[in-house]
């Protein structure tokens, strides 16, 4: 008897629906045709022992399963519910009529209970859009699935379960999820706020700029000056995810099996990968390509400490995703896309000793060490991070007074106010949201300056010695700047703090 049962894969973000075929014929032998990997055909032993383990057996005839569309690879164990359905019902062991108005996926285990498959979100939202009745997974992913309106989705926690739903023997629990509720009440307070922070009133002041105006930031400063504790705190001033944000957000996570039970994911990702990553690892790809750490970004923040501690070649290829805002991964049968749209936060020593100028620093670094440690950052990598902060150590003065400082909540409703003119302004452009996103033509158009703003950017460009590359950065910040401050126009004081944030431009530092 023949019988067709449909499961999905997930390429990218996006799913693509699996007819899996079942004959059973007179023989014996047990094929697996259509691409599928090691862990699918080693998907016959655990099928067989779920099967004998629930009151169901594998029949002793020839049993020919094809994966279609045969072309493409399938992989992983979260078609074992799927195939194991399908022999029960060209065997019939189970009734199958309603089989093929559902998607069904789920890895078993020996004993027929279900583990959690990786993409159900993407998945879900392909059953709907192919018109599935409804979708059948374990109960661990229910919830995540559950998201997508229109589509009974069934959680379940054993074979049994399924079998004796198709049987008429059991009706299943539909997983319903009020999607715009579950959102808003993801949207906690954020676990970092930057009322504990004491002193550092420029870096913070930097930091506002940069949520405002979704620009890369880089903080230099020694060992202990806060770095990496500020970096923690950027999220919490980033304004709220909308819906879609978060739905992009929950799909990219889901596909790594990443996504929390709670479902739909409310606050912005932070990411923190160690210096030993390696380029596949942070970009995306593999064998069978996976997100990387710069996708899981994707409407957060990316933090990379200790920046020239990364070898060069991962730092590189972070290039172009910086650019496009989206990572293309291509093999010889296929291309997938990940989103990659995130600010960068980086932070390094000033030297390698860590104590660049600092007269009472216990090492000192040779000029020869200090241009060896910097060259690991090249200029292409600078030229997309717009604003350069010093961060010095807080004084004991500081540490010590009682006075609470700046919530991040305060903070965030000026980044919010500064994102709303942002979002007006580039009503008409697709892809540009906020001004970090601006092209030439675009910063012509919006960052117009009067004479005495141009005098005085020219006057700080050749004494300071700035690079051709900060010119576009500085009108860029400056831009941010005026739209914290709500003015229409930017002036000389916005160019000249501005000005502050090209550390590593001046001469000195990378020559």
Not at 271 to 299: C, F, K, M, W
Request: proline share 5%; with cysteine.
């Amino acid at each position: 008897m023949l019988v067709k049962i449909y499961g999905s894969a997930v390429f990218g973000v996006e799913a693509t629906t699996i007819t899996v075929e079942v004959n059973i014929d007179k023989g014996i032998g047990y094929h697996l045709v259509g691409l599928p990997d090691n862990a699918i055909k080693e998907s016959s032993y655990r099928i067989s022992a779920a099967l004998n383990n629930n009151g169901y057996k594998l029949p002793g005839k020839k049993i020919t399963i094809n994966m279609a569309p045969a072309d493409l690879r399938k992989e992983g164990s979260a078609y074992d519910l799927t195939l194991a359905i399908g022999i029960l019902a060209a065997s019939n062991q189970i009734k199958s009529t309603k089989i093929g108005d559902y998607l069904i996926m789920g890895e078993l285990s020996l004993d027929g209970s279900l583990q959690p498959i990786r993409g159900a979100l993407p998945i879900a939202i392909k059953a709907r859009e192919e018109g599935f009745k409804g979708f059948i997974l374990p109960k661990q992913n229910a919830k995540e699935a559950g998201i997508v309106d229109t589509l009974d989705v069934y959680g379940v926690e054993n074979i049994t379960e399924v079998t004796q739903f198709f049987d008429g023997k059991k009706i299943l629990e539909k997983t319903i999820v009020d999607t715009r509720k579950e959102f808003y009440n993801n949207l906690e307070h954020p676990e970092f706020d930057f009322s504990d922070v004491k002193g550092q009133e420029s870096v913070k002041r930097s930091m506002e700029i940069a949520a405002a105006g979704g620009h890369n930031i880089i903080l230099i400063g020694p060992p202990g000056s806060g770095k990496t504790m500020l970096s923690k705190r950027l999220p919490s001033i980033l304004p709220p995810m909308t819906l879609q944000e978060a739905l992009e957000t929950t799909k990219i996570h889901s596909v790594v099996g990443k996504v929390k039970e709670a479902g739909l994911m409310g606050q912005r990702p932070f990411r923190s990968p160690h210096h030993t990553i390696s380029d596949v690892a942070l970009v995306g790809g593999g064998q069978y390509p996976q997100p990387g750490e710069i996708s899981l970004a994707h409407n957060g923040v990316l933090f990379l400490d200790e920046l020239p501690e990364f070898k060069r070649t991962v730092l590189e290829v972070m290039r172009q995703p910086l650019e496009d805002r989206e990572v293309t991964i291509s093999r010889a049968k296929f291309t997938v896309t990940y989103p990659s749209s995130f600010m960068l936060v980086a932070s390094m020593n000033p030297s390698p000793s860590g104590y660049f100028n600092d007269p009472d620093a216990p090492v000192t670094s040779s000029p020869s060490e200090m241009q060896r440690y910097l060259s690991k950052i090249s200029g292409p990598l600078l030229d997309r991070i717009d604003i350069h902060i010093e961060v010095n150590p807080v004084p004991f003065e500081k540490l010590s007074e009682d006075r609470p400082s700046e919530s991040s909540s305060t903070i965030r409703e000026r980044v919010t106010k500064a994102r709303d003119i942002q979002s007006e302004r580039f009503t008409d452009y697709k892809n540009i949201h906020y001004n970090a996103q601006m092209n030439v033509k675009q910063i012509k158009k919006y960052c117009k300056l009067s004479d005495e703003s141009k005098n005085l950017l020219k006057n700080a460009m050749e004494r300071l010695n700035l690079s051709a590359r900060a010119y576009d950065r500085i009108l860029k910040v400056s831009r941010t700047i005026a739209d914290l401050e709500g003015s229409a126009t930017i002036s000389s004081n916005h160019i000249s703090e501005a000005i502050q944030y090209r550390s590593l431009d001046r001469e000195g530092w990378l020559g």
